[in-house]
Each structure stands twice: as structure tokens, then as C-alpha cells.
């Protein structure tokens, strides 16, 4: 039972990084096989097909993430430091599972219908996260625009990008550039980072 488990999760990480590297469409169950040294049948005693391997990723990675972000930003706190909390939060999250989280964001139109309503099903479900919590801070002064809904978005689309584009080689650690991704959200949502901001 363990040595199945094994091979599972051997079929599973190297489907990963097949995934992230090549991307889902330039990826066959046949290519994730070679990179093993198994058959193709083996693999599909696993997974049925790729699709099948794309929502098992999915499940070990990013399913939890709306539950992991709820629960901070309904935690204790003033809303401006539970909010710097959920950014944290998301973005150690994205970095633990950075190449699972850069499968996703790419080749979601490849999927099935079914594999892009679990995809939009979490998507939207993070978004709002965001949208009640920047309400909240509507609320209390912190946010002043209209459009809540796009400001979320543009939150979500920092993260994304930093998913995609931001490798260790640059010279700034990932927590020097999570302060960094942090202080532009806030300074974008309320002003100098949020420093000067008061309930």
C-alpha cells in the first residue's frame, strides 16, 4: 500500500513539474511516464487521464487556500492589520505551491468545463475574500473608491504576476519582496503603505 502511495506521488510531482515547465497542452500523459521510466498504462492506474492528474494537484495544493484565507481575515485584529495578514497569508501560500498556483493561472482555458468550474469555483471564492474585506475597510474610512470589485482584482493580479514573473535570483529575498508587494497593494489602497491611515 505504501509503495503504491509512492509511485502515486511520484507520478503526481513529476506531472507538476512537467506541467510548469512545459505547460498543460505541452504535456502527455506519455511524456509524464518517460520522465519516470514507466509505462503509460502505469500512470493511467493512477490518474485516468490528464485532466484527472491537473484536479489532483489542484486538491493537493491550492484547494485550501480559500479556507486558510477566511479564516485570518475573520481572526482578531484591527481590519487594516488582518488585511496585511490575509496578503501575507496568500502570498506564502502562492510561493509554497508556486509551480502548482503558475499551472493554473495559465492553462485554465485548456481544461474541461468541469476542470474550469473548480478552477472559477476557488477563483471566485478568493475574490470574495478580498471584496468583503475591503469592504470592511470601506467601512472604516481605510477605502475610498467605488469600485471595490476592481480594486480586488488589481490586488489579485499583483499576486499573479509575482507568481509568474519573480525568480530568487534578483537579489531580494521572498519576504523582502512580499513587504514589497504588500506596501504597493496598501499604498494603492489607501496610501503610504497604510502607515498614515488610522481607524
Known sequence: MAEN??????????????????????????????????????????????????LAILEYSVQG??????EIA????????????????????SVQHRRESKIFFIDEERLSP???????RIQKEILDIYVEQLRILQSH???HTRHIKVLAFNMLGTINWYL?????????????VHEEIIGFVLYGMCGSGGSNVTR
Open 65 to 70: 487556500l480559500p479556507d486558510r484565507l477566511r
Open 5 to 54: 502511495s509512492n509511485r502515486r506521488d511520484e507520478v503526481l510531482e513529476t506531472a507538476i513539474d512537467l506541467f510548469s515547465e512545459r505547460g498543460y497542452a505541452g504535456t502527455s500523459i506519455r511524456d509524464i511516464a518517460k520522465a519516470i521510466d514507466r509505462s503509460v498504462s502505469n500512470v493511467c492506474h493512477y490518474f485516468k487521464n490528464k485532466e484527472d492528474l491537473w
Open 114 to 120: 468541469r476542470g474550469k468550474e473548480i478552477n472559477r
Open 164 to 176: 509568474r514573473w519573480y525568480h530568487a535570483r534578483g537579489g531580494l529575498s521572498e519576504e523582502e
Open 141 to 143: 474610512g481605510l477605502v
Open 74 to 93: 475573520h481572526g482578531e485584529g484591527e481590519p487594516l492589520e488582518r488585511f496585511k495578514r490575509l496578503l501575507r497569508a496568500h502570498l506564502e501560500s
